[in-house]
């Protein structure tokens, strides 16, 4: 067994077991407030008021039978504690002490606690101090059964942790963002111990809980219990991302059947469709968003579908390669004023989602029934390719839009959109200076010199040299919207098959 040598009165007046004790009076202005720096190194317990503590240092005496606050015997009790080097008096009762015991109190620096039951705060003093290896073992011991008992998956477990271990806890993801747990997390200042959930990753989620030092079998106690739950927490986790990847790859197939057959999908097709409450039959709008690579579209799925809610978007989010295909679906065919409603809620998404990751989104046509549906989200792809091109516009590009841009994406997908590019760009070929690849830069940096040069490794004044010798070959004029798109399409397309 460990004895734990002093346990600060402050931490232990915030131990759970201590939550009915108050601070009745004593050396601070603060009647109810704790000097810093005291500390309790034993317990003893004595009858009444008529005790007489000899040479006690540090001990907090605890007096069982409630007297009166009147009884002059009180105030003879508090300066013999004094006397005996005693850190505090704990009595019976939350009763108010009269306004001599108090400033008999603030002048011999002694603290003065009350307590409904004394006797039981004196116990859990005690085991605090003299039995630590105890209270750390019924704390694992408890926990262990909370992590089989509990129910309602990770959220479930961390609240019932909390309720357990009687505080606050947490899991953070790597960020320190609160996954489950009290918002808005730990608040600045408060002790807290962590426990990593997912070590093998570089900034893994953790296990959190609010211990106050000062009780160091409590701190114990609780960071071993953290490495118990830590466990449980983890397995769970792994369940709940196993069944997110099951019910994504249920989703992934469905869209690639039903855009692959359109409107001859079969009835088992549409069976399935209607279980995952997909309404084919309807008028649709397609929605593309591409991501980086480096993003999990499995786990990011949630903040898509909290930016759609926030922009009150009502549309069905479908993982697809790296990104994700949408659709919102209406049942009869919607007006200008509802398809407008539809475009705004679409690219407040679209800004909603930039911040919080890089995202290009495309958004197609309006369509009807099956094969409409793969014709707009087809739409959508090519628009999202491009709106990864256009940071002026927020990486958004809406088809009905575009104008010429929507002929030219229509183009891209024909077998003369290439030769047509290379025939449109054959002046470039051969010309000193990588034309061609300096004229593809630029119109991805927006027009940027400084960009450009930073992409290609150059000065600016060669930059602006060779875009200057492009345009004049090439007898365009990077100012006009529709030239400049063609341009910076055909480019792309011939650096891509080269």
Known sequence: MTDTGAVSLRALLGHPDWAAVIVLGGPEADP?????????????TVADLRADPLDAPGALLAVALAADREDWHLDALLRRAAAAGASAV?????QPL?????????????TVLGAPDPLAAALAATRLLREPDQVVAELVTRTAAACAGATGGVDGLVAELSRVWRRPVWL???SGDVVAGPEPGPPDGEAVLAQPVDAQRPRPSTLAAAVPGGVP???????????????AVRQRMAEKRLAVERDARLRTSLLAELVQTGAEADSRTRRRALDAGWQLEGWHIGIRIDVPGSIDPVTARPEVLRAFAAAHLRAVVVEQGSGWGAWSTFPAEPGPAELQRHATATRRAQWLLRSSMP?????GRLYHGAAGLARTLGEAGDAAHLAATRSAGGHFVHVDRLGLGRLLLAWTRTDTFLPAARSMLEPLRDQPGDLLRTLTAYLDAESSLTETAAVLGVHRNTVAARVARAQELLGVELTDPDERLALHLACRSVLFHS
């Open 32 to 44: 109810g407030a704790v000097r810093e720096g005291v500390t309790v190194r034993e317990v003893r």
């Open 90 to 94: 704990l009595l019976p009762g939350d």
């Open 98 to 110: 009269r306004v001599a015991s108090l400033l008999l109190a603030r002048r011999v620096g002694l």
């Open 172 to 174: 953070l993801d790597g």
């Open 217 to 231: 079998a409590e701190t114990a106690a609780v960071r071993a219990a953290l490495g118990v739950a830590a466990g």
């Open 359 to 363: 995202s290009a989104m495309g958004v």
